[in-house]
């Protein structure tokens, strides 16, 4: 008989779940690339050009234009997927969250062990002093906010263009290399170098995917579920134990 994902969790003590936005899309935060998704809505600029490095430079203004409307959803709450990882963790079966979000939602559902690839919009610092100032801060300033000093404020997430945290990066390669199930969640795994960190998983590590759309991996994973994270994570027991 075919193992289903709760017989893999039952199975397992070193648990790694690597998300993507589809994590994060069942607590109404929009994700980039589905029909709904960022990159297929109009704006004067593409996405991928005002989320990047040199456009933060040089029109900012514009960029925090963009980035409080879209990508400060402050109000969010974190989903029966953040819970369930949350109460996996403190179960003692799930030894990190990898995720590709910036919204913070796996550390307010209680995850301790989270590897933020690409930042948080909860982390904010002036580029002259390195004050910290928090999401509320800059979704309240007007125009480009600016610290006391005179320094201009950037988010604490990485843009195109920028290169991904070294700590960071080592943190997850590292607990994805000890993992004996690694369960890929919400990501179409076309994110580079993000989605490349799935390689370093052991030949006796599991993988799970469950996404609503093919991937890559597909082909060589040992379950493969296209429905939503929800009704997945919904139904299992995060102790191990059958219910």
Avoid: W
């Amino acid at each position: 008989m075919a193992k289903t994902f709760q017989d893999y969790i039952n199975e397992s003590t070193n648990i790694v779940f690597f998300g993507g936005a589809g994590v994060s899309t069942e607590s109404g935060i929009p994700d980039f690339r589905s029909v709904d998704g960022l990159y297929n809505q109009k704006y004067k600029f593409p996405p991928e050009t005002i989320l990047s490095h040199d456009f933060f430079m040089s029109e900012t203004e514009e960029f925090y234009r963009f980035y409080r409307e879209k990508m400060l959803c402050l109000d969010a709450k974190p989903n029966i997927t953040h819970l369930k990882l949350a109460e996996m963790e403190k179960s003692g079966r799930l030894k990190a969250v990898i995720t590709q979000n910036i919204d913070g939602l796996h550390q307010a559902a209680g995850s301790k062990t989270v590897y933020e690839l690409h930042g948080s919009v909860l982390r904010n610092y002036c580029m002259k002093c390195g004050k910290f100032y928090n999401a509320e801060f800059i979704l309240h300033s007007k125009d480009i906010p600016g610290c006391e000093c005179g320094g201009i404020i950037k988010p604490d997430v990485v843009l195109y263009q920028e290169g991904l945290d070294d700590s960071v990066i080592n943190g997850s390669v590292n607990a994805i290399e000890n993992a004996d199930l690694l369960i890929v969640g919400g990501t179409s795994l076309n994110v580079y170098p993000a989605a490349g960190l799935i390689q370093y998983k052991s030949r006796n590590c599991k993988l799970v995917l469950i996404n609503k759309s093919n991937t890559p991996a597909d082909s060589y994973a040992d379950l493969v579920l296209h429905e939503s994270l929800g009704s997945v994570f919904g139904e299992i027991n995060t102790n191990g134990g059958k219910q």
